[in-house]
């Protein structure tokens, strides 16, 4: 089983940036590909961003893509979002997940694992 906590959520101007980091507990964290998606309140948690096991490969949803990068740092069993040029449509709160299949699955069925999540809030 993996436990997972997000963290780097806040207040952020547009056109400005945040790291969002999430830690994982538990055994063989680099079994799993890592996702983060984002859920507005009222609407379906959808893809942000996701890394296979060792990170060598990643996908972006088109709205973030060149704004966003994901990575992570099986050593220390994090996954991390860097998110720049941030706008305000990209207000949501962010989970981080895990997927213990070998792919970089799109779709939040999908994912075995999730954080609580973290607000991002963007300020026009």
């Known amino acids: 089983q993996v436990q997972l906590a997000e963290s780097g959520g806040g207040l952020a101007q547009a056109g400005g940036s945040l790291r969002l980091s999430c830690a994982a507990s538990?055994?063989?964290?680099?079994?799993?590909?890592m996702g983060w998606f984002r859920q507005v309140s009222g609407e379906e948690r959808e893809f942000v961003a996701g890394?296979?096991?060792?990170?060598?490969?990643?996908t972006y949803a088109d709205s973030v893509k060149g704004r966003f990068t994901i990575s992570r740092d099986n050593a220390k069993n994090m996954v991390y979002l860097q998110m720049n040029s941030l706008k305000p449509e990209d207000t949501a709160v962010y989970y981080c997940?895990?997927?213990?299949?070998?792919?970089?699955?799109?779709?939040?069925?999908?994912?075995?694992?999730w954080g609580r999540g973290t607000q991002v809030t963007v300020s026009s």
């Open positions: 997940a895990a997927d213990r299949t070998t792919g970089i699955a799109t779709t939040r069925y999908y994912y075995d694992y």
């Open positions: 538990g055994r063989m964290f680099s079994d799993y590909a």
């Open positions: 890394i296979n096991w060792s990170g060598g490969r990643t």
